[in-house]
């Protein structure tokens, strides 16, 4: 395996430059000095220039406005599946919901009614005895 030992982070940083076309003529001399020092050095930089000319050679578009369409359908769609799940289940609760309020409704009114025919049944009696 290949392995730089000399100022690592540097070395690829010239690599880099060199490649990209952004470096120095103190750095260029720099690289080919280190280039020079070893078969090692030149293979390592012979296989980063042939991954940069492959992936140069890669012809790669990406359409932004296509990509937010989509992502935009699929919250849209995920949403509204859920939505309609929601808004059903909402109408149950709220059914089932009115169902308790009337029957404890009927319940208590039942309740206070019987209560208040008592009161006046004794209230009643009581005048008569």
Request: glycine fraction near 4%; avoid cysteine.
């Amino acid at each position: 395996m290949i392995q730089i030992t000399d100022n690592e982070d540097y070395i690829w940083s010239l690599i880099a430059g060199a490649l990209s076309g952004n470096i120095s003529e103190k750095e260029r001399l720099e690289l080919d000095s280190w280039r020079q020092q070893s078969a090692e050095h030149e293979s390592i930089f012979e296989n980063a220039k042939r991954i940069w000319d492959e992936t140069g050679k890669v012809n790669f578009t990406f359409d932004v406005d296509n990509a937010w369409i989509k992502t935009r359908l699929r919250i849209d769609d995920s949403y509204g599946s859920k939505g309609k799940k929601s808004k059903k289940l909402l109408v149950i609760y709220v059914a089932a919901a009115s169902i308790l309020l009337v029957i404890a409704s009927t319940f208590f009114i039942g309740q206070l009614y019987q209560s208040t025919i008592r009161i006046s049944t004794f209230q009643t009696t009581k005048k008569i005895v």
